[in-house]
């Protein structure tokens, strides 16, 4: 296991831009993309379009469009502009009809209508809100998530998945696509192929990490792609989810929803997390991710540390600066040169 030391005279700017591909979903996602988009302007957002719960999951069912969600964030993560602007597309309406939804997905509601597809709604806000990279979907094909438990039974639905674990305390075995093995967005293939580094997570594993590799093509893209496959694990466990999951855990499920050989390495926190938040997420059913660096790298993948905690958050989140600057000293430990094509 790697410590990663840092250093603030380390952290510049590349003259040449790195090629990042980031794939997951949720808030782990965008967090590591507000840190990355001060290293290069070659930064690539894939993000899972399973979701069917809250704001996006009510557009989805309403207008038969994919859940704008993940996407939105991604593209709030990226951008560059006033902070007014920011606030707004983030305003999320407290009462009426429009009560739980946010002026962001209703704003790639109506680009989706104008522009005929979701990919081409995306990049038009990310022009919009000039972002720094882009953002595409893993599939523009309408999917959704089902969830197979150690008793046998099977939930269909993101949002649903994680209330059943939570009433039946039963441990989730396996997560397929319905319908299985949709087509892969042509471009998202594109990106991991001419990448430089892949970054896989943070996110919930179950339902936003490994959905995209359920996805046709998006695996082998993975495994076969010359640039470094690093897997960012969470600080916490989740409850509903991986609770009591070490590091190896979530690596060994990855593999086995996708391929041997899917990573390479592995970025871990090394911050103590304070004690009332120990406490807040064991109540809730969640605990520290366990870093067991020897059976992790049993699996194939080399365990760098750094401490990765925001000292400002209300819960245990990544610092998306200090998370950026690990990523980035994983990446050059590696001495991997860039491509050129």
Avoid: W
């Avoid at 999951?245 to 997390?273: K, Q």
Wanted: aromatic share 6%.
């Amino acid at each position: 296991m790697d410590n990663l030391l840092l250093q603030e005279e380390d952290i510049r700017l590349y003259k040449r831009p790195l090629r990042v591909v980031a794939l997951g979903g949720g808030h782990g996602l965008s967090t590591m993309l507000r840190g990355l988009k001060h290293y290069t302007r070659d930064l690539t957002a894939i993000v899972t379009t399973a979701d069917d719960g809250g704001g996006s999951g009510m557009l989805r069912q309403d207008l038969g469009m994919l859940p704008p969600g993940d996407a939105r964030d991604c593209v709030l993560a990226l951008a560059n502009t006033d902070s007014i602007m920011e606030e707004l597309m983030a305003y999320r309406f407290a009462e009426g009809s429009l009560s739980g939804q946010c002026f962001g997905n209703l704003l790639l509601a109506a680009l989706n209508g104008i522009c005929g597809s979701f990919s081409e709604a995306v990049r038009q806000m990310g022009q919009v809100l000039a972002i720094t990279g882009r953002v595409l979907p893993v599939t523009e094909e309408d999917i959704h998530l089902q969830a197979q438990f150690d008793d046998g039974s099977t939930i269909l639905g993101e949002s649903a998945i994680f209330y059943h674990k939570k009433e039946t305390r039963k441990q989730i075995r396996r997560v397929v696509l319905t319908p299985e093995h949709p087509a892969a967005f042509p471009e998202s293939i594109r990106a991991i192929d001419r990448a430089d580094l892949i970054l896989i997570g943070p996110g919930s594993l179950y339902t936003s990490i490994i959905p995209n590799f359920l996805v046709s093509g998006i695996t082998e893209a993975v495994k076969n792609a010359k640039g470094y496959k690093l897997m960012v694990m969470n600080l916490m466990t989740q409850d509903g989810e991986t609770e009591g999951y070490t590091a190896s855990d979530h690596l060994r499920e990855l593999i086995r929803h996708s391929a041997p050989g899917i990573v390479e390495g592995c970025l871990a926190n090394s911050s103590p997390i304070p004690e009332h938040l120990r406490q807040e997420y064991l109540r809730e059913g969640a605990g520290v991710m366990e870093v067991d660096t020897r059976q992790t790298e049993a699996l194939g993948a080399k365990v760098y540390t750094a401490p990765l905690l925001s000292s400002t958050s209300e819960y245990a989140r990544h610092d998306p600066q200090l998370l950026a600057a690990a990523i980035v000293d994983v990446y050059h430990r590696q001495g991997r040169p860039r491509r050129r094509s």
